[in-house]
């Protein structure tokens, strides 16, 4: 069977999902189901997992015993706010260690500050996190930070929250092919198609939020993304044909025609 294993634990589902921006935990709910997603994102900074004793907690909604919590550093800006978070994290989840750092350069953009990213990376690595990282797709430091001992890097496809899909697939495919950890495309994709051409490329996973959260219907688009995920994944895997450019070859063969 085709899994993914991320610190040495197994997946069957190839989409990681976030939890933010949907209407109501039950929506959440609902939009993960049909995800399939193994792998749920949550905020610290903004979902109650257990900060807020007497307001609704996603855990009630995606129980840990059925779902992956990776707990992201959504929101903050330097390498010590966003190490601060994740020890927040372990504390609230039982010592929990696989986490997802982001480490943000500016609320416009929400490009990655990849000075800070680097700074948090290694001092989380240190102190026992397993930690997967989003970063720019740029070639060099996604292999700088593999080489740290993230266990999984996640380059964007483009900026958070655009659904503009992905800008460089050339950059992508460099860091895929030059990876020995799992390269999860993270941020930007905005349709179905975005994805199936992310694990077309060889990506091991794509994570989302928005693409879902902010559809028109978010639990039929959580299906959509589902199956191309999941074709995206069977294309690579088949190995697509070569591209011929006005080299004209015919579906059914010519030799042995009826008639010649």
Not at 108 to 130: Q, R, S, W, Y
Request: hydrophobic share 45%; net charge negative; glycine share 8%.
């Amino acid at each position: 069977m085709d899994e993914l294993i991320i610190g040495g634990k197994t997946y069957r589902s190839r989409l990681l999902v976030g939890t933010g921006k949907y209407k109501d935990f039950n929506e959440t709910r609902a939009a993960v189901d049909a995800s399939g997603a193994e792998i749920v994102t949550v905020a610290i900074r903004r979902t109650n997992i257990g900060q807020n004793a007497n307001e609704p907690s996603l855990l009630d909604a995606l129980p840990p015993s059925q779902f992956t919590y990776l707990p992201n550093t959504a929101g903050c800006y330097t390498a010590d706010d966003a190490i601060r978070t994740l020890r927040l994290a372990r504390e609230l989840l039982d010592g929990h260690s696989l986490v997802k750092l982001e480490v943000l350069g500016d609320p416009n953009t929400l490009f990655p500050n990849v000075v800070e990213t680097i700074k948090a990376a290694d001092i989380l690595i240190k102190d026992g996190f397993e930690v997967m990282v989003y970063t720019s797709d740029d070639p060099i430091i996604a292999k700088q930070l593999e080489e740290m001992g993230c266990v999984a890097v996640m380059p964007l496809a483009s900026l958070i929250g655009s659904g503009m899909g992905i800008l460089n697939p050339w950059n992508l495919q460099i860091i895929i092919e030059n990876a020995k950890v799992p390269i999860i495309v993270d941020a930007g994709v905005g349709t179905a198609s975005d994805a199936a051409i992310a694990m077309e490329l060889g990506c091991a996973g794509v994570l989302m939020n928005t693409a879902i959260a902010g559809a028109q219907n978010p639990v039929l688009m959580a299906s959509a993304m589902k199956k191309a995920v999941e074709a995206g994944r069977e294309a690579f895997l088949a190995g697509r044909m070569a591209k011929k450019l006005y080299s004209a070859s015919p579906s059914s063969p010519t030799t042995g025609m009826i008639g010649k």
